[in-house]
């Protein structure tokens, strides 16, 4: 038996707590609002120039494939440590560039930098929030929803960790504390993410739950701290207070942690004298080795594909379709937030505001979508698909909020925008891990996320800062001016972005269309109950386990699907259950 301390430290909820933290130093990508205007001035890009950048950055941040490959055959710790080490790299030669301790990079430079400190996100997300499905297969949109809403938080956190240890008048700064932060964190961790047996704990969901409220009240506090530093001028002794709060209660979970697994470690230790021992082998992930026979000859639903069977789907394009439009749309509105607030004339301080309003919504969408589907799911057969075109619809309306330059419009956009880009994510992993199956999660997860550098690659670089910088010229040309050589190219007024805001929402409502194509295919299978295959091989372990503890002989047990037990209930806990 290992000690209390050890069962905390290696046990699968310090886990979860350690993909919680990664996760929250992971999201520097979401506040690329904060510093894009330093790196605009500072080198003298247009607006093209910069939405440019914004598409390398995310073409960075989704297109993580190398990294799902390397989790195939490697250890997580391997993903975080490649991961951490291209964070660094990548910002710290933003952050040289922008102070000008370096000369001047050339623009494909600048991408190059970009692209490669925001892939080291792909790599977080692989070795954290995958392993995370994988040991728990049956709660995979509720691990989802938490995961990636603290993803979602994680920029408003870094905000508050920037003024307190910078100060909020140096932009440069902030590109610094993004480059080391992240990097910091997922080398403390990465010998505690890593593969571990399914064990279905009868108060699972519970423990989940009270995650979730911990969370809430994050997200909470740091939506009151933004709204009291919006209206007062904060010192820096007071930032330094509101980021030590927001460390106390990112820690809150350590409580459950600590209190679920001093439970675990009990039960073992009633268990050690057991004389006859379950052995359950873990089938270990290798890449697959696909004919051209077998690629289009794909399974049932539900089981496992392989990478070129899922690649080669209907589904998998129609919801390849689906969240291009989708998320290409809400990321090319993230992405623009400083920017149209101020041709809106909105004073420059409100960007962090904007910044960070999307920051909450995002974690709150992420959040609700993991738990609400998963509600909906399980309780009446609710396909997730149904619940990722109603996200999409309500999109459209933070769009033209927009367009249409509605007063005070911006705030309430920016919560709508946030809310449904958050949603998203969440729900297309669960539904790619549950069309496709779990075997190569890994590959396939990050397949998904190449949606979102295409969409905006297209709406944003292609879409919205072409017709930014066509407008900025009309209105030098109105006023008998050309551009100067790199003099910055900036457009005041609500015709900036609304045609393109109009276009976005048409092409987001064909997005929903598409999106109602794969409701109508996936119904049938989503009526059935597709994780009760994860439940038979709990069951069967369970069965073992019984017969194991209670020393009676039998043969050891190899299983081939994967691995799993459960941690039983006492009768009196049955009976609590019950009542």
Same mark, same amino acid.
């Given at each position: 038996?290992?000690?209390?301390?050890?069962?905390?430290?290696?046990?699968?909820?310090?886990?979860?707590?350690?993909?919680?933290?990664?996760?929250?130093?992971?999201?520097?990508?979401?506040?690329?609002?904060?510093?894009?205007?330093?790196?605009?001035?500072?080198?003298?890009?247009?607006?093209?120039?910069?939405?440019?950048?914004? $598409?390398?950055?995310?073409?960075?941040? @989704?297109?993580?494939?190398?990294?799902?490959?390397?989790?195939?055959?490697?250890?997580?710790?391997?993903?975080?440590?490649?991961?951490?080490?291209?964070? #660094?790299?990548?910002?710290?030669?933003?952050?040289?560039?922008?102070?000008?301790?370096?000369?001047?990079?050339?623009?494909?430079?600048?991408?190059?930098?970009?692209?490669?400190?925001? @892939?080291?996100?792909?790599?977080?997300?692989?070795?954290?929030?995958?392993?995370?499905?994988?040991?728990?297969?049956?709660?995979?949109?509720?691990?989802?929803?938490?995961?990636?809403?603290?993803?979602?938080?994680?920029?408003?956190?870094?905000?508050?960790?920037?003024?307190?240890?910078?100060?909020?008048?140096? &932009?440069?700064?902030?590109?610094?504390?993004?480059?080391?932060?992240?990097?910091?964190?997922?080398?403390? #961790?990465?010998?505690?993410?890593?593969?571990?047996?399914?064990?279905?704990?009868?108060?699972?969901?519970?423990?989940?739950? @009270? $995650?979730?409220?911990?969370?809430?009240?994050?997200?909470?506090?740091?939506?009151?701290?933004?709204?009291?530093?919006?209206?007062?001028? =904060?010192?820096? &002794?007071?930032?330094?207070?509101?980021?030590?709060?927001?460390?106390?209660?990112?820690?809150?979970?350590?409580?459950?942690?600590?209190?679920?697994?001093?439970?675990?470690?009990?039960?073992?230790?009633?268990?050690?004298?057991?004389?006859?021992?379950?052995?359950?082998?873990?089938?270990?992930?290798?890449?697959?080795?696909?004919?051209?026979?077998?690629?289009?000859?794909?399974?049932?639903?539900?089981?496992?594909?392989?990478?070129?069977?899922?690649? =080669?789907?209907?589904?998998?394009?129609?919801?390849?379709?689906?969240?291009?439009?989708?998320?290409?749309?809400?990321?090319?509105?993230?992405?623009?937030?400083?920017?149209?607030?101020?041709?809106?004339?909105?004073?420059?301080?409100?960007?962090?505001?904007?910044?960070?309003?999307?920051?909450?919504?995002?974690?709150?969408?992420?959040?609700?979508?993991? #738990?609400?589907?998963?509600?909906?799911?399980?309780?009446?057969?609710?396909?997730?698909?149904?619940?990722?075109?109603?996200?999409?619809?309500?999109?459209?309306?933070?769009?033209?909020?927009?367009?249409?330059?509605?007063?005070?419009?911006?705030?309430?956009?920016?919560?709508?925008?946030?809310?449904?880009?958050?949603?998203?994510?969440?729900?297309? #992993?669960?539904?790619?891990?549950?069309?496709?199956?779990?075997?190569?999660?890994?590959?396939?997860?990050?397949?998904?996320?190449?949606?979102?550098?295409?969409?905006?690659?297209?709406?944003?670089?292609?879409?919205?800062?072409?017709?930014?910088?066509?407008?900025?010229?009309?209105?030098?040309?109105?006023?008998?001016?050309?551009?100067?050589?790199?003099?910055?190219? @900036?457009?005041?007024?609500?015709?900036?972005?609304?045609?393109?805001?109009?276009?976005?929402?048409?092409?987001?409502?064909?997005?929903?269309?598409?999106? =109602?194509?794969?409701?109508?295919?996936?119904?049938?299978?989503?009526?059935?109950?597709?994780?009760?295959?994860?439940?038979?091989?709990?069951?069967?372990?369970?069965?073992?386990?019984?017969?194991?503890?209670?020393?009676?002989?039998? &043969?050891?047990?190899?299983?081939?699907?994967?691995?799993?037990?459960?941690?039983?209930?006492?009768?009196?806990?049955?009976?609590?259950?019950?009542?």
């Amino acid at each position: 038996m290992r000690s209390l301390t050890g069962q905390i430290l290696t046990g699968r909820w310090f886990m979860v707590f350690a993909s919680f933290l990664i996760m929250s130093a992971a999201g520097a990508t979401y506040i690329f609002g904060l510093y894009s205007n330093v790196i605009k001035t500072s080198l003298g890009y247009d607006q093209t120039t910069l939405n440019l950048l914004s $598409f390398f950055k995310d073409v960075g941040t @989704n297109v993580g494939v190398l990294s799902g490959l390397i989790n195939e055959v490697t250890p997580p710790w391997v993903v975080l440590v490649i991961g951490a080490i291209m964070n #660094f790299g990548g910002y710290f030669m933003i952050w040289l560039s922008v102070k000008g301790s370096i000369s001047r990079p050339h623009v494909w430079q600048m991408c190059l930098y970009i692209c490669l400190g925001a @892939n080291s996100q792909s790599f977080a997300n692989t070795g954290a929030l995958v392993t995370c499905v994988k040991n728990f297969p049956e709660r995979r949109g509720v691990v989802l929803g938490l995961l990636k809403g603290f993803l979602g938080l994680s920029g408003a956190i870094m905000t508050q960790i920037y003024y307190a240890v910078y100060g909020a008048d140096d &932009p440069n700064a902030l590109i610094l504390l993004i480059g080391w932060l992240p990097a910091v964190v997922s080398f403390a #961790f990465v010998r505690t993410i890593r593969l571990m047996k399914v064990v279905q704990q009868w108060n699972e969901p519970k423990v989940f739950y @009270n $995650f979730l409220y911990m969370s809430l009240v994050l997200a909470g506090f740091l939506m009151i701290i933004i709204i009291v530093q919006m209206q007062f001028q =904060f010192n820096r &002794p007071e930032y330094v207070v509101s980021a030590a709060v927001v460390l106390i209660l990112l820690s809150l979970p350590l409580v459950i942690v600590i209190k679920e697994e001093i439970i675990i470690w009990k039960k073992k230790r009633s268990q050690a004298s057991s004389s006859s021992q379950l052995k359950i082998t873990v089938e270990k992930s290798t890449l697959p080795s696909s004919t051209l026979a077998n690629v289009f000859r794909a399974p049932d639903r539900g089981e496992d594909y392989t990478i070129l069977q899922a690649l =080669f789907s209907i589904d998998m394009f129609i919801l390849f379709v689906a969240t291009v439009c989708g998320l290409g749309g809400t990321l090319t509105a993230i992405d623009n937030l400083g920017q149209i607030g101020l041709s809106l004339g909105y004073p420059s301080r409100n960007t962090s505001t904007f910044v960070s309003l999307v920051s909450i919504w995002n974690y709150l969408g992420r959040v609700t979508a993991g #738990f609400v589907s998963e509600f909906l799911l399980k309780k009446y057969k609710f396909p997730r698909p149904l619940v990722l075109t109603l996200i999409l619809l309500l999109s459209c309306v933070g769009h033209l909020l927009i367009a249409f330059g509605v007063s005070k419009g911006l705030y309430f956009a920016s919560v709508i925008i946030g809310f449904c880009f958050g949603a998203q994510w969440p729900l297309l #992993f669960a539904i790619i891990s549950e069309i496709f199956g779990l075997k190569y999660y890994s590959t396939l997860y990050n397949f998904g996320s190449v949606a979102s550098p295409i969409g905006l690659y297209a709406l944003n670089v292609r879409l919205a800062g072409h017709l930014y910088d066509k407008e900025a010229r009309k209105q030098l040309a109105a006023l008998g001016r050309t551009r100067a050589a790199g003099e910055e190219l @900036n457009c005041t007024g609500v015709d900036c972005y609304k045609l393109s805001f109009l276009i976005i929402t048409a092409v987001t409502l064909f997005g929903c269309a598409v999106s =109602f194509i794969l409701v109508l295919r996936t119904r049938k299978f989503y009526q059935t109950d597709i994780y009760s295959k994860f439940r038979e091989v709990a069951v069967a372990a369970e069965t073992e386990m019984d017969v194991a503890s209670s020393g009676i002989d039998g &043969p050891a047990t190899k299983s081939t699907a994967p691995a799993a037990t459960i941690i039983s209930k006492t009768e009196e806990e049955r009976e609590k259950e019950r009542e």
